[in-house]
């Protein structure tokens, strides 16, 4: 850090550090127009020249995340403990080691092709982009943190006591769970827990619908105190369909009054989890995919769609929340969208029990 920047770090004061923490200059609006009229007064940053601050006005826009603080550092840390203790359930965690660290050692190859990443686009149906080992290993660690970001309030921590009052039990979906240890063998994690989660009989049923979530809205949206620590329970459900890797690395911006709960949700995963050194199309899905419904057992060049998952037809496709105007057909990732492979590096996999919920 240079000097002069210690210097001005120096400078701001509380009052500063409470206006900006929790904003989103470039995505809301409202934001914006709130910092600029108290950056450009002087009611904060007040010990900075007029010039300084027109400068800083200059630089703020282009912050496409909630400006963070050490308060809100440690309250998202607290929310990261808790999708780590989802993790717990799929191996055993000694005291002195990470659940990142050991998450990444249980990581076999199984299930997974040469210079290729499976990448989850709903519950039940992947896409296989070319990615190296170690993309393999990240790729499906940050996968199963995502998985514990939809079904966190369904995973509860378990507990080491053995003698719990009957009012403290809280047990985890066993539906949930199995599913869980599912998706780790699917992305290449082994152990005796995922392998005694998969015993339990019964399979969660997932829609397998994709949607694009909205980032902004025309309204407020979400208010300061709700952009920190665990969403609420109607915007968990809310998001859950949303939550996939492909969505939370999405580099679209959006500009609207106020940002959504899914924005929120997306700014604290990239706080801890930034962007993988891949092409756009290597974790975006939605790039070069045309998937089109087929009747029957299909098999094209280098993909096939299970019969079972099928026999709907077409599934439904909803398309994305435009805020301020609407998208050019030509961007529109959902213009296109056939259940085809497009070619052998990005294929299309369908996961018919996660689809219908049957048993292996």
């Known amino acids: 850090?240079?000097?002069?920047?210690?210097?001005?770090?120096?400078?701001?004061?509380?009052?500063?550090?409470?206006?900006?923490?929790?904003?989103?200059?470039?995505?809301?609006?409202?934001?914006?127009?709130?910092l600029r009229g108290q950056l450009l007064s002087?009611?904060?940053?007040?010990?900075?020249?007029?010039?300084?601050?027109?400068?800083?006005?200059?630089?703020?826009?282009?912050?496409?995340?909630?400006?963070?603080?050490?308060?809100?550092?440690?309250?998202?840390?607290?929310?990261?403990?808790?999708?780590?203790?989802c993790l717990k359930r799929l191996t055993h965690i000694c005291l002195r080691d990470t659940v990142s660290t050991v998450i990444e050692d249980i990581f076999k190859g199984a299930n997974q092709q040469a210079h290729q990443?499976?990448?989850?686009?709903?519950?039940?149906i992947f896409a296989s982009r070319p990615a190296s080992s170690t993309d393999q290993v990240e790729l499906g660690c940050r996968q199963l943190y995502a998985f514990a970001m939809r079904y966190y309030f369904d995973i509860p921590r378990e507990s080491k006591r053995k003698d719990l009052l009957a009012r403290q039990a809280i047990k985890a979906d066993r539906k949930v769970l199995r599913?869980?240890?599912?998706?780790?063998?699917?992305?290449?994690?082994?152990?005796?827990?995922?392998?005694?989660?998969?015993?339990?009989?019964?399979?969660?049923?997932?829609?397998?619908?994709?949607?694009?979530?909205?980032l902004v809205t025309d309204g407020p949206g979400e208010s300061k105190k709700r952009r920190y620590s665990l969403p609420r329970t109607k915007?968990?459900?809310?998001?859950?369909v949303f939550l996939f890797i492909d969505n939370l690395y999405d580099t679209s911006q959006?500009?609207?009054?106020?940002i959504t709960s899914f924005f929120?949700?997306?700014?604290?995963?990239?706080?801890?989890?930034?962007?993988?050194?891949?092409?756009?199309?290597?974790?975006?899905?939605y790039t070069h995919l045309q998937l089109a419904a087929n009747q029957g057992h299909r098999r094209t060049e280098g993909m096939e769609i299970d019969s079972e998952f099928a026999q709907g037809g077409e599934e439904e496709i909803e398309r994305p929340v435009v805020v301020q105007q609407e998208q050019e057909q030509d961007l529109n990732p959902y213009t296109h969208l056939y259940l085809i492979g497009?070619?052998?590096?990005?294929?299309?996999?369908v996961d018919s029990e996660l689809a219908q919920g049957a048993g292996e």
């Open 1 to 34: 850090m240079r000097r002069e920047d210690r210097n001005a770090i120096g400078r701001v004061d509380q009052a500063t550090i409470r206006a900006l923490e929790l904003t989103a200059p470039q995505a809301s609006t409202l934001d914006a127009k709130s």
């Open 42 to 85: 002087g009611t904060i940053f007040n010990d900075f020249t007029e010039q300084e601050r027109e400068r800083i006005w200059d630089r703020l826009p282009a912050v496409d995340s909630l400006i963070p603080s050490l308060f809100t550092f440690f309250k998202d840390i607290k929310t990261l403990e808790v999708y780590a203790d």
């Open 117 to 124: 990443a499976l990448v989850q686009v709903t519950e039940s």
């Open 179 to 214: 599913g869980f240890a599912k998706l780790a063998v699917r992305l290449g994690f082994e152990s005796p827990e995922i392998t005694a989660l998969r015993q339990y009989h019964h399979s969660m049923i997932f829609s397998s619908k994709r949607a694009k979530p909205a």
């Open 235 to 240: 915007a968990n459900e809310a998001d859950r």
């Open 254 to 258: 959006k500009q609207g009054k106020g």
């Open 264 to 285: 929120v949700r997306k700014s604290v995963f990239l706080k801890f989890y930034s962007r993988l050194g891949l092409a756009p199309s290597a974790l975006n899905p």
């Open 342 to 349: 497009h070619r052998r590096t990005e294929v299309v996999e």
